[in-house]
């Protein structure tokens, strides 16, 4: 349970990335007064978690409905993981994380953001989801154990919550360097849990022993 709950944290941590997301909402929210900002994070964060729970409850029904088994999840999962892990350890822009450049430079006309881009991409973005359904469907037939999943999502989108209403501060305490350094050390997390997802479903397909 314990080692569930690790994980998930992890992952979530690194696929949400708080700090890259309170940096982006800084930067688009240059003009925004604090109660809008303060509006439009509330919204945002409400947004994604309505739209990752939806996925962590019928991820399930999902791969059952296209006869995608756990082991092809395992590996897909696991490789999507990886790809935006490497992203984070070179610093490098993914769009699995944060918001293309065609994206932003939309966003920065948009007076709200808080569905798009803030609650989707940049919280609720591909890699997100698929860390959801993929933790969701690793823990099938242990509900205590998807119970710790989704708390830990929670847990994640309110250290997010709490970063937004704080984006300026933090903003100017870390700057691109400190920023990055976070990024990189949950990047090389994710790198390795993202190879194990893809070692777990080889073994599970029967292609190599456990």
């Known amino acids: 349970m314990f080692e569930t709950a690790v994980v998930s944290f992890t992952t979530f941590f690194a696929t949400v990335g708080p700090l890259d997301v309170a940096a982006m909402y800084a930067v688009l929210t240059p003009t925004a007064s604090p109660a ?4 439009m994070a509330l919204r945002g964060v409400m947004v994604s ?25 395992r590996l897909a999962g696991g490789i999507l993981l990886l790809l935006i892990g490497i992203d984070m350890v070179f610093a490098r822009d993914s769009g699995g994380t944060t918001t293309t450049d065609e994206e932003t430079s939309e966003a920065v006309g948009k007076q709200d ?14 890699g997100t ?18 119970v710790v999943v989704v708390a ?59």
């Open 36 to 39: 809008a900002r303060r509006s």
């Open 49 to 73: 978690t309505i739209i990752l729970v939806t996925f962590a409850m019928i991820g399930d029904f999902i791969l059952n409905s296209l006869g995608i088994s756990l082991a092809a999840l």
């Open 113 to 126: 953001i808080s569905v798009f881009p803030l609650a989707t991409p940049l919280i609720a973005g591909p």
């Open 129 to 146: 989801m698929g860390a959801v359904i993929l933790l969701m469907a690793n823990s099938r037939g242990e509900l205590g154990e998807q």
């Open 152 to 210: 830990a999502l929670l847990v994640v989108l309110l250290i997010t919550l709490m970063l937004l209403l704080l984006a300026g501060t933090v903003h100017r305490l870390l700057g691109v360097t400190g920023l990055n350094v976070v990024s990189r050390i949950f990047g090389v997390l994710l790198t390795a849990l993202a190879v194990q997802f893809m070692f777990d479903g080889l073994a599970a397909s029967g292609l190599i022993s456990p």
